[in-house]
């Protein structure tokens, strides 16, 4: 038997419980693994919440990230015992996922836990801080460099901004966080961030070409902020889309791109190759300080994911929050 958030629906609607479920339940996959921390995500809020077309299949469990130990497998890939970790995947949308304390998975969804962090700190990284540090190699790839000007990151605040802005400072970039929650200015800069401008800034209807701010920039809100993020790219700027917090739409022109060269880069961090994911991971592995992971983290039990999941989506939480399966 194992604990975990289970969601349903039927002609009455959605349905969100914590459930203590029976081990046979548990979908077709060829590792069974003790999950001994997961996080909470925005994806994660919106499935539990009902307020997202997150959810393909009921009944599932929620979590798109997971950390923890091999128990059985059917696969030479892993042993038990092995820790791993797990990103994306479909994994709390079309799979059962991680805010459970088992999971039974497909073993090429996994990759092995680096030994520089722990479960707790993998998880306090998670998706956010995956897709921040694709974000960070896609600039680099795209040939932005610190001396070419400062880096806007939007969405500060929350997960996947917060790394963006640790990540970015390591490498010696100058970083302008925007964020609504300005009376978080020393939480930001502690991150790293040189400059914070307020959201409203950038969150209305603007004009097709502002003037130029930044070399490049790290967007996950999307719709009228990422049109007014890319009017104010200077001359072969890159801008990454890497979310859709404010909206999936894109009230923008083709000023920014054919009379400053600026490039629009996306990001998809669910079904990264096998290379990719550890690279990244390596990545974070050597940018990241057990002092930046504490900073940015809080710890929850699974009893708290329902009532937090509110939290999350109302922008009343700061950083990450990772779910502690001994809480």
């Known amino acids: 038997m ?3 958030i289970l969601i349903d629906k039927d002609d ?23 999950v001994n921390c997961s996080s909470l995500n925005y994806k994660d809020a919106l499935a539990i919440t009902g307020k997202g077309q997150v959810v393909r299949q009921f009944p599932i469990v929620p979590g798109i990230d997971l950390a923890g ?5 059917n696969t030479g890939a892993y042993r038990p015992g092995d820790a791993v970790l797990l990103n994306g995947w479909g994994v709390g949308e079309t799979h059962w996922g991680g805010l459970a304390e088992k999971a039974r998975l497909d073993s090429r969804w996994l990759i092995p836990l680096p030994t520089e962090f722990s479960a707790q700190q993998a998880m306090a ?13 896609a600039l680099e790839r795209h040939g932005v460099k610190p001396q070419q000007g400062p880096v806007l990151v939007t969405g500060a605040n929350g997960g996947l901004g917060s790394y963006a802005i640790a990540l970015l400072s390591r490498l010696g970039y100058q970083v302008v966080a925007s964020t609504g929650r300005v009376a978080e200015m020393d939480y930001l800069k502690e991150l790293g961030a040189n400059k914070v401008i307020d959201r409203s800034e950038l969150s209305e209807l603007g004009r097709p070409l502002a003037k130029a701010r930044w070399a490049g920039a790290i967007d996950s809100l999307g719709s009228h902020t990422l049109a007014n993020v890319l009017a104010g790219t200077s001359e072969n700027g890159v801008v990454i889309a890497c979310g859709l917090a404010q909206g999936m739409d894109l009230p923008s022109s083709v000023a920014p791109f054919i ?15 096998y290379e990719n994911r550890i690279e990244a991971w390596r990545r974070l592995s050597g940018l990241l300080t057990v002092e930046q992971l504490n900073v940015i983290t809080q710890l929850i039990s699974l009893e708290e994911v329902i009532d937090k ?7 009343q939480v700061r950083g990450r929050i990772v779910v502690d399966m001994t809480r």
């Open 125 to 137: 990284i998670g998706t956010a801080g995956f897709t921040a540090m694709l974000s960070v190699m």
């Open 259 to 273: 009379l400053r060269g600026v490039s629009l880069v996306g990001i998809e961090s669910v079904r990264q190759s």
């Open 309 to 315: 999941s509110e939290s999350l989506l109302r922008g």
């Open 12 to 34: 009455s609607g959605q349905r969100v419980r914590l459930e203590t479920l029976d081990e046979s339940r548990l979908p077709d996959g060829d590792v069974t693994v003790r």
């Open 69 to 73: 130990t091999i128990e059985t497998s």
């Open 2 to 4: 194992f604990k975990a």
